[in-house]
């Protein structure tokens, strides 16, 4: 066991999260910039996909998730402790990953890796409560507030991007529109279009929008209202979209025009729901506000360590003056 113990250690966790860290951003900027090399050296255009990055970024976000995990453990359990919880917890997410409780293999396999992180980083937070003063109380929970942003945002990540639902369907005034999967009904109210911006060419505008104006239904109940406009532009000879978004607290919806026909009052919406992206949003507030709260902490401490060493630097000072004139 002292191999080991020479092996995982604090410095050795620390430098792997790093590479594994590094590994995953070098992936995310490849295929950020693979269409813009296409795009120069060939001239046809490209996209990545969201399944692009899911596939390339799995295993390397799953590895960080478990480094994070064995660092916050190792601290308090030692090595061999913090091997077998995180051995465990690597064991159960292969048992999910052959159940499928969830249906979803990333979700299956992200579960009690993340679920364990977010234990370990409670545990430590809790553990950072026992500290003697109360500003190092706060400095010890601020830093595990920002790994508890770090989790909440691979959650939102994860969950968001393989348990979303899309969906388009034709709708007219008179049929709603109904998508596969998702508990939304869409029901066009009126359609109407105008000449928007300056006069252009022979056109009384530069751009002509169409506003399409409806109501959403969420299983069989009113929900909201909204807009959204299907716009072509003469000047620079392009046709683009607005969207409708609503961001609820487990989900939130977009409503986009795919195409539209002005004469038979027909338009394609496009309907996608997203859940639990706002676990995003709150692992970005935490990290935040995890910072500012250990920045302050840091300046609290920097400030207040030199009142405390004046009065006894002054009383040195005065003691070596009296010691001078005994002596003489």
Same mark, same amino acid.
């Given at each position: ?25 070098? $992936?995310? &900027?490849?295929?950020?910039? &693979? ?30 998730? /478990? $480094?994070?995990?064995?660092? $916050? ?5 030692? *090595? ?6 995180? =051995? ?49 109380? $706060? ?9 508890? =942003? ?8 994860? *969950? ?78 392009? &046709?683009?979209?607005?969207?409708? /978004? ?9 409503? *986009? ?72």
């Amino acid at each position: 066991m002292k191999e080991s113990k020479d092996i995982i250690n604090s410095s050795n966790i620390m430098l792997a999260s790093v590479l594994t860290m590094l590994l995953l951003a070098a $992936l995310i &900027t490849l295929g950020m910039l &693979t269409p813009l090399v296409v795009k120069l050296t060939t001239g046809n255009e490209i996209s990545m996909g969201a399944e692009y990055f899911n596939d390339r970024s799995a295993i390397p976000t799953a590895a960080l998730v /478990v $480094l994070l995990t064995t660092g $916050l453990l190792y601290g308090y359990f030692g *090595a061999k402790k913090a091997l077998l919880v995180t =051995g465990l917890t690597v064991l159960l997410s292969l048992v999910f990953a052959f159940i499928s409780p969830f249906g979803n293999l990333p979700l299956d396999v992200t579960v009690p890796l993340t679920g364990m992180a977010v234990v370990a980083t409670f545990y430590k937070m809790y553990m950072a409560m026992e500290r003697g003063s109360w500003i190092l109380k $706060l400095k010890g929970i601020s830093a595990h507030v920002i790994h508890l =942003g770090i989790l909440f945002i691979l959650i939102g990540i994860v *969950a968001s991007s393989n348990m979303q639902v899309e969906g388009s369907d034709i709708v007219t005034m008179d049929y709603p529109g109904h998508f596969e999967g998702q508990n939304y009904i869409v029901s066009v109210t009126d359609m109407h279009s105008v000449f928007e911006g300056s006069p252009y060419k022979q056109y009384p505008g530069s751009s002509y929008a169409t506003h399409v104006t409806f109501d959403v239904y969420k299983k069989g109940a009113y929900f909201d209202s909204g807009q959204v406009k299907y716009i072509t532009d003469f000047k620079w000879g392009q &046709t683009f979209t607005t969207t409708y /978004v609503d961001r609820g607290v487990f989900e939130e919806l977009f409503i *986009a025009p795919k195409a539209l026909n002005e004469s038979s009052g027909e338009v394609s919406l496009y309907v996608r729901t997203v859940p639990f992206i706002t676990f995003i949003w709150g692992g970005l507030f935490l990290m935040v506000a995890g910072i500012i709260s250990l920045v302050l902490v840091d300046r609290s401490i920097e400030n207040s360590s030199p009142k405390a060493e004046r009065p006894l630097n002054g009383k040195q000072n005065n003691g070596s003056k009296v010691r001078k004139g005994a002596k003489k």
